[in-house]
């Protein structure tokens, strides 16, 4: 059964992500991680036709009280790998975690399985547990699988959820007298690029007029869509000669100016773009990439440039900074470039303008 990442944050706490127990996100503190590439339908010729697949596994320590029907688990042991700074140095280094342990209600309703996680700051178990199937009604343990709902233990109603836009998860538990065993399937998909209704497209049409917001966007804004704007929208001093998914081609101040994607993947937590802007002939492009899944290849002082850095405790209470996302954007030089091009442009509509 397939769950949608709506529906996964509530399963995510459920199962002690927000402890720090398992890993959830960016994270991969688990035992074992693989990481394949699959096929996905996609007409959009400058969306990338590949999704990303990723299975990890973790298991946790386990006390169980019937009477009371709770997990107690544990993380004690788990290890997680980082790029860790060292100086002026990174290295890529498998780090023992901190130790923490929480506590899971569950109760059967037939043959599914519902888990509430204990939620410290309020001191109360959560309202909205996860439903598992799987194992047989009245025996904790055995082998439980996550599906797309969730149970209101307040309203006593069942909520579920089959949207698939953002991606896939299918987890699956399997649960022994002292471990919690974890199999975590995670399939990210490439969303389509709709580039009339893209953020960038506004952004670039308010540089032009010097209008609201008239300041050249990045390719980072392909990945946001504008809440002003549907497919048919137009632009005060604008002719529009082509306008598809990837692009368009318009006339503004006795220019043309041609905008083209060449590049989209937008993968959960890992996007990369380039666009070009053609006026007249002559062209620049901006490459932006964002990575918070940091790999080993990425983990090398040559790239400090591009990094940011988060702070975390490892179980020895030691202090330790790592790189918590991988950017790059050329975007200087492509304003550099663009700027000659577009001033005309701007002075010839007039930069008092707005729409």
């Known amino acids: 059964m397939k769950t949608s990442f709506k529906i996964y944050t509530v399963l995510c706490a459920a199962v002690a992500c927000t402890i720090s127990l398992t890993s959830c996100g960016s ?16 007409s959009n010729k400058a969306s990338n036709n590949e999704s ?16 009371a029907k709770v997990l107690n688990v544990s993380n004690d042991g788990a290890e997680e790998e980082y790029c860790v700074a060292e100086g002026d140095n990174f290295k890529w280094k498998t780090i023992k975690k901190k130790t923490n342990s929480g506590k899971i209600k569950y109760e059967f309703t037939g043959d599914t399985l519902i888990l509430y ?9 959560q309202q909205h547990g996860a439903m598992l ?3 047989k009604g009245g025996n904790i343990y055995g082998t439980w699988t996550i599906i797309p709902c969730t149970y209101d233990s307040e309203e006593e109603e069942t909520y579920c959820d089959e949207d698939e836009e953002e991606g896939l998860i299918q987890s699956s538990f399997t649960i022994s007298e002292d471990k919690f065993a974890r199999k975590l399937a995670g399939i990210y998909l490439n969303k389509s690029l709709n580039y009339p209704t893209s953020n960038f497209r506004r952004l670039f049409n308010h540089y ?5 917001g008239g300041d050249l966007p990045t390719a980072n804004e392909l990945f946001h869509e504008s809440v002003y704007d549907d497919e048919n929208s137009t632009f005060d001093g604008i002719t529009i000669k082509e306008l598809s998914a990837s692009g368009e081609t318009f006339i503004s101040g006795g220019k043309t100016i041609i905008v083209n994607v060449l590049n989209f993947e937008d993968n959960f937590q890992n996007w990369k773009a380039s666009v070009t802007i053609s006026v007249d002939g002559k062209t620049c492009q901006n490459d932006y990439e964002s990575y918070y899944d940091m790999t080993e290849s990425l983990c090398d002082a040559k790239y400090s440039e591009n990094y940011s850095l988060g702070t975390k405790t490892d179980k020895d209470g030691n202090e330790f ?7 790059k954007n050329n975007h200087k030089e492509f304003l550099e470039c663009l700027e000659p091009l577009t001033d005309p442009i701007i002075e010839s509509i007039g930069k008092d303008k707005s729409y």
Request: glycine share 8%; charged share 25%.
């Open 27 to 42: 994270d991969s503190g688990s035992n074992a991680t693989d990481n394949t590439t699959i096929s996905s339908s996609n």
């Open 52 to 67: 990303r697949q990723k299975i990890t596994y973790d298991t946790l320590a386990l006390s169980i009280d019937k009477e």
């Open 117 to 125: 996680e204990w939620l410290q700051e309020s001191k109360a178990y």
């Open 133 to 135: 199937v799987g194992g």
């Open 208 to 212: 032009l007029s010097k209008g609201p």
């Open 321 to 327: 900074k790592y790189v918590s996302q991988f950017r």
